[in-house]
């Protein structure tokens, strides 16, 4: 089936430089979310308003932004804005906050229409829907890319149950989208393998490795130039090892996005290959990250 793909082409932020940040605790500072680590992350000591601002050195094309792995609860919110003035006394963006939800889901909607069984009033996903969902990810596109050398991600949350607001990985810069093509037999995955140790009479549960979402798909583009530079990107610049932002989603239904919005890295990718006439291939294993 022919899908499409929104991948965070070019990563601004982790090569940027966080400057600027309402708060930070210690030991997880605002820098921490450049890293692409789920493990480390960036700690407020406040839950209204907080922000992190980020110079990417100069002008430059931004078209959309993710946040990965936050800690807000249903009532948290996100606003994104942009500026060539380093303290936004100009900005280019509406700035407007949105339900950390909000890029997921619209209220009320569901993908067969039938209104409630999966998300309810202001785009939050029911306790039941949030099960199959991965971490928290929160993605925002502006209408139009915006040229631009400092963002900022805002955050609100006063009802945080933690007290404080926690964001691990931003990734921030271009949005490319190609058409992907999911195999026939491709796999939504996770397998779980358990560490057990046995304490006294009974077996006790210490921790559990996930295999998380593992999809094969291939990338499909029209020229071989445009193959060629997928591949380099997906071999040279972001291997097997670092985590970027996917949105896979199904023409016509963003709805669905719920369901394939990832933090993954390749597994494997294949050398471009010629299919026939403006039909060129390149084929990839994606793997979820496992969250925080």
Known sequence: MGDNALFWW????????????????????????????????????????EYVRCDFGKAVDFGGLMV???????????AVQASNASDFSTTLLPGTYAYSWGSLFGAGEEPDGAGSEIVG????????????????V???M?????????VEVR???????????????????????????????????????VVRTTAG?????????????????????QTDTEAKDFWLLATRHLGVSRGFGVSLLRPGNPVWKFFTTYFCRFQAVSEPEYRNFDNWVVRANLLELVGA
Do not use: C, M
């Open 10 to 49: 070019f990563d601004y932020w982790a090569p940027g430089t966080v400057y600027a940040q309402s708060s930070q605790a210690a030991t997880f500072p605002a820098t921490n979310t450049q890293d692409h680590a789920l493990s480390k992350a960036w700690r407020t000591t406040g839950i209204n308003d």
């Open 68 to 78: 990965v792995g936050d800690n807000l609860d249903d009532n948290g919110r996100i």
């Open 121 to 136: 009033a202001g785009g939050v996903p029911l306790a039941a829907t949030k099960l199959i969902l991965p971490s928290h």
């Open 138 to 140: 929160f993605t925002y």
């Open 142 to 150: 502006p209408a139009a890319t915006v040229s631009a050398r400092y």
């Open 155 to 193: 955050l609100r949350n006063a009802t945080n149950p933690d007290g404080y607001i926690q964001v691990p990985v931003i990734i921030a810069g271009l949005v490319k989208e190609v058409d992907v093509t999911l195999n026939q037999g491709f796999r939504l995955s996770r397998e779980e393998a």
């Open 201 to 221: 009479s009974g077996e006790r549960r210490v921790r559990s490795l996930y295999r998380r979402v593992l999809l094969e798909s291939e990338f499909s583009f």
